[in-house]
C-alpha cells in the first residue's frame, strides 16, 4: 500500500522567513496530493492540494509543488507568521475504489516573533 | 450545515469495556473513514466507507469493527478496549473517493483507556 515520508517532524522559523515541508510517496499511481493545516486542539482542515498532472499550484502565500519521477512534493509557505504555527499534514491519495488518503506523520511548524 | 459531527467528545474506558464512536454528515457526501491520532504518528486510516453498504481496512484496523449505518452515519466500535487504543479518533467525510475530494474532519473524539 501506500507510504508517505514527511520531514522535518519540527522546524522552528522566524516571523518573516520561508517554511518548506518535504514529503514523499511510494506508490506511482497516487495522483492527488492534499495538504492540511491542524491547529492545537482543532481539527485538520486542508490548506491546499495538488493533482498530478500539475506541477505546482499557489494560493497567497503558500505554494505546493510536484515531482512525480522523484515521487516528492513540497509545501512553501512565505513571509510567516505567528497564525501560521500549527502541525501541517501531507498526504497521498490514487483516489480509486479501495484505496483512501494516506497522512505523513505531521510537521509542527512553530513561527517566533 | 454541521458538517461532520462525532460524539462523544471525551471518554474514558476501562480496559476491557467496550464502546461505539457516532459519526454523522449532512454534507450528503457518500465517503466517510475513521482515523486515528497519536503523537509523532499522524493521522492513520482506521477504516473507510467508499459508499453506503461497503466498509474496508485501513491502515491500522485490528481491534475496531465499523458500521456504515446508513449514507449520513458511520461508527465505529471498540469491543475490547485496550491502553494502545487511547488516542484521538476523528471521523471524515469527502464527496467521494475519488481523486480530488476534499476530506472534511469532525472535532475528534478523545479516548484514554486506563
Known amino acids: 500500500g501506500e507510504n508517505v515520508e514527511q520531514h522535518p517532524s519540527t522546524l522552528s522559523v522566524q516571523e518573516g522567513d520561508s517554511a518548506v515541508i518535504k514529503c514523499t510517496y511510494s506508490?506511482?499511481?497516487?495522483?492527488?496530493f492534499p495538504w492540511y493545516k491542524q491547529e492545537l486542539g482543532k481539527r485538520p482542515q486542508l490548506i491546499i492540494d495538488i493533482r498530478s498532472n500539475v506541477g505546482e499550484k499557489k494560493d497567497q502565500r503558500i505554494a505546493v509543488t510536484l515531482n512525480k519521477t522523484a515521487k516528492h512534493f513540497s509545501l512553501h509557505i512565505t513571509e510567516t507568521q505567528p497564525e501560521d504555527s500549527a502541525v501541517y499534514f501531507c498526504?497521498?491519495?490514487?483516489?480509486?475504489?479501495?484505496?483512501?488518503?494516506?497522512f505523513g506523520k505531521g510537521t509542527t511548524l512553530s513561527v517566533s516573533s | 450545515n454541521a458538517g461532520v459531527t462525532q460524539t462523544p467528545k471525551f471518554q474514558v474506558l476501562k480496559t476491557g469495556q467496550s464502546m461505539t464512536l457516532q459519526c454523522a454528515q449532512d454534507m450528503n457526501h457518500n465517503s466517510m473513514y475513521w482515523y486515528r491520532q497519536d503523537p509523532g504518528m499522524g493521522l492513520r486510516l482506521i477504516y473507510y466507507?467508499?459508499?453506503?453498504?461497503?466498509?474496508d481496512k485501513g491502515e491500522v484496523p485490528n481491534g475496531y469493527n465499523v458500521s456504515r449505518l446508513n449514507k449520513r452515519e458511520f461508527s465505529l466500535r471498540l469491543e475490547s478496549a485496550a491502553p494502545s487504543q487511547t488516542s484521538v479518533y476523528f471521523c471524515?467525510?469527502?464527496?467521494?473517493?475519488?481523486?480530488?475530494?476534499?476530506?472534511?474532519f469532525g472535532e475528534g473524539s478523545w479516548l484514554t483507556v486506563v
Open positions: 506508490d506511482s499511481a497516487s495522483n492527488y
Open positions: 466507507s467508499a459508499s453506503e453498504g461497503t466498509t
Open positions: 498526504a497521498a491519495s490514487k483516489g480509486q475504489a479501495g484505496t483512501a488518503l494516506i
Open positions: 471524515a467525510s469527502s464527496a467521494e473517493l475519488t481523486t480530488g475530494n476534499t476530506i472534511y
